[in-house]
């Protein structure tokens, strides 16, 4: 407990009485909570994730090297090698409710059609060349885009080139392995659809600002929009940018423009338990220390900064990924333009009521 | 009623007694509903609204003579001739709850600020050239575009040409007015800014799919977008048309594409009681005869066609318009490409429980 | 317009130009918006219903002429004689979107089924002895009772007594009229049930506080619950008052306790366009003066006290209505505990975005 | 996986290069997707957490015995007891979600104040004479309720009599520490009011159906019904009953009905995170088999039965507990009438977009 003058009153006497009777509650499958609540119902968040980063100078050669020796397809799945936080006891969980790794796949490479409950999406960082295949809709990967994949969704990546592509999967793999949710079904070991169009036939329909087809009234729990591109993104930032020089609101802080990629047909998340954002920063600008219920993972996508994670600061460059536990502090530095993909199970934490957040000292 | 062998039993004899009881009544500002259910209570909606053309070429000569003739200002507030049903009684109410008005604005006129309870939109189906200021912000006037003026936003025109530009008002006077819900408040005398950027503010901020400024998290009434763009309605359109070449859903019905125009904090209507749409037929499209519960206007943007209303045919050009009366039986039929611009009072209808509809004699 | 600095600058002179203008307008079915835009634009709400109050003891021994000289039966349907508000122009409508009538059903009489797109609910400020068969399953009705028919619902009462009963009507009617949304359609010429039950399937399934049943779980537009009993109401009145002596928060201003009517699938509004609500003050209570948009109905059902309308003061007894336009101001004071129903359209006002008050002078 | 025919393509040759890669792999915090795919992405749920049962003849006793040797008081909060579910691993966690103990309270005694983001409930299968003080609000507890008190509400509990008393708590806990969302304060070391009175101000507020206060018309995340008594749950399945008798619907299956406890400002779940059902089988009733995503809790309350979970069936009386993991097939059996409290994770699952189910092999 925080409150050093409250000693535990509910410590008895080690008494023979009291082990029999701590061995006749575990013969019987139970547990006190006062021995426990301490650990259990903490005073404020104690995660056992660590805050963390993985620098993408060593994980990229290490997808390299897992495309030479390890073939894509049926079963594995998926060349993807998924981030480990250090806390979290060797499971590849990032958090306790998301999952990140860098997935790879070679020239000319298939990885085979399968869905499954958990939510997914895609971020690239660099390249282009691989079309991911959603429920028969073909999906240009480049660089900048984020691509979903949500829960039953079937979907597949071919890569349409002579040279490899690399990117990161987020996933709610831990979220959904914890609470039992998960189902999983093969589909085609091929892709459905080898076509490789500029625009999905998701953002034909509803990638226009504000449009909303008749034949599309239903509200979904996902979003529809399979790809949301880097041009939009950029633009979007831009003008938040712009539009503070000119004295208007428009960025959330001095020099810190951002946008949530939301679902068109509600306004809200993308997918159930993931959100997804994008951030930059003018150069030259410190975000206030700020801590929230929920955990979250950064990827740099581009410009120099570092992040000072519970007082440790740590330089950044693009591609480098890490981790923000839950109601861990966190403030972000920029040298030059520094723009950051972010996503977090802040769906999760909001719809269940447990949203929190603290800036700067200010009461929480 | 609908059933001649129910013949009214509440047709007392016409005795001395039974005529001073209905004076009596009339004294206590009393009135018997058996003598008038036939009339307050029909079987299906008996609208007083009748289906009506106006011609653009008849509107615009006679908006521009009043260019002439009546100066535009303070007091009148702006030189808009609205369209009055002819089964409405002699007020300007297209139907009970719209109100639709040619507007006319000379060269560089400005028609002064103010706001209102009043929800209202822009609908250019010819023209550029004016600027209406939202709160604030200019916004370009072009043709094809929609342009927002929700209930309470400050606004006024201005004309930056040297040549008029004429355009259509949609609002919910009628709506309004009759249910006593009506404010109204005077602005400034010009124009608070008299600026003619290419992008009004809120298309910097919300123009972009999918994407939401972090600093706007919060849902609006009414769309925050104030400019919905041609560029963006036509290229909607044609993938739409395009997908169903490819045998792709996409259409509404065979060669009837068609977008609703929305809010994209929520995904719903632009405003509470207004719903826009877009609608284009390929050439020789017949539209199935439907009816609906609630009143719509349509007004012709390009191609050539004709209405059926009610079993009555009329061919149109650009810019006519003509008003569909509740449960009025209609069908498009297209020569060209045809281009329609659509607005109607179905959030009303929807959020109070009341919508029905009937396509080609399907049971309702 | 509220301000008389301003000057109508858009009143052109009268030429003869300008009257073949404005002749031409007419023959075009046009209205210029110039010269009527104060009286359908106002600066506040400025209904054309009146503040107005009937009087209980003249309303009843009408209805028992009603019942003596005209027959309940199909055609007209009912004995229920309209509240006319004396500035809405000869229509039985209290307010521009509310019907408030007396209804009388005679000893052993039947008021045949039929079902309409319009809402309505009973009051029942004295008597009992009626059932109200809606879909088929008979409810009591019975003194303090509010009981709903929402829309399309089929319906019928009957008489299971020697003596007849009056109740008050509150419809949408008015709304529907006018915005062409309504339908009817005959039912059973009988009532479909002649059971007497005391308690209805619907209360028997949802009346109870907090719990629904798992066979019920799609929540419906209108409440599945179709009586809402005195018993009830009271018990939660006299508890606030009890709170409120206790020093506890319970009632909505000092000595005014209030309850509001709803849908326990949602916990709002029991039907889309009619608010119901049920309000105490204690003796020697005047409430602070208010205005709201959109409008009232209240009858008083128990004890002696007054309203003021607009500075009017008026005492009332048991039985007495008084009906309260859009954005009028009103107070109630009370001489002994005093009971009020109350009903109102502010469902449709909330929903549609138009809502606003003011209490004593406070800044809407 | 489940299809046997595909083999797993993505097992590489054990080379050293293939160790090395994997030894980087984990120097660098990061482990493959491929060689672990089946356990975390598995076909259908597959939970650790074990269907078990807890016979309510040896926790009372082992709860007896606490309260001989266990002190209550500051520190370790509450003589609470954890069901540990034999598959998980030594927590005290009865579901991967949800935590469920036996509390005692001896003759007198008092559990101090505190508050904490869990949700928390309580249902007393036997015995009264406790208060839970929520908020201020003293709240009874006596046999057949379900006590709440919901995320960051103060909370103690005090007997007022001679003779102990003990319950089972249901919370959140595992969800929480999962997913680092909780907090903890303290409050006072005694309870803040020791009065006893029959009803809570919550219950006097709230307690009546299809009644909301005028003073609190705003929506809240978790039920303001501090207490669901008894006689109402008792009631409304005996009424449940009688309609199924009278051939109308009303129970969700042949001899079994239910009620879900709901919070009154929605119709919605009493907490954000856990759902309270109770469920009543006529005698001789047998359920279809069933099974969900998500985990579930039974005490049974009353009568005589039995429950089938997976294949094995296991006789049940009164106070005995049993655990139904995700996604097993479970099925009652009713030799009296036979009365069940459920609680379940099931707000978690769909708010997040999981929910499953399938009933006797029916198409999931």
Known sequence: MNDESHSNIMNPDDTAELRQLYADFEAEHLMPLWTQIDDIMPVVPKPKALPHIWK??????????????????????RRAIGLAN???????????????AIQYLGPRETAPEHRHAQNAFRFVVEGEGVWTVVNGDPVRMSRGDLLLTPGWHFHGHHNDTDHPMAWIDGLDIPFSYQNDVGFFEFGADRVTDYATPRFSRGERLWGHPGLRPLSELKDTVSSPLAAYRWEHTDR?????????????????????????????TTGGDVMPTIRCEFHRLRAGTVTPSR???????????????????????????????????????????????????????APVIERLGFARSQIEGAAR
Request: net charge negative; hydrophobic share 40%; glycine share 10%.
């Open 56 to 77: 993408w100078s060593r994980l990229f050669p290490l997808a390299e090297r897992s495309g030479a020796l390890v073939p894509v397809g049926r079963g594995g799945e």
């Open 86 to 100: 250090p806390g979290l006891g060797g499971k590849a969980y990032i958090t306790p409710t998301l999952w990140a």
């Open 236 to 264: 979007a930032l831009t003008e938040q940018l712009l539009l503070e020089d000119e004295g208007q609101p428009a960025t959330i802080e001095p020099g810190h423009a951002a946008i949530r990629y939301v679902n068109p």
């Open 291 to 345: 801590r929230e219920v929920g955990s979250s993972v950064f990827q740099i996508f581009e410009g120099a900064g570092s992040i000072m994670l519970n007082q440790v600061e740590t330089r950044l460059e693009t591609g480098d990924l890490f981790v923000v536990p839950s109601w861990t502090t966190w403030s972000l530095k920029s040298e030059t333009q520094f723009d950051l993909f972010r996503f977090s199970d």
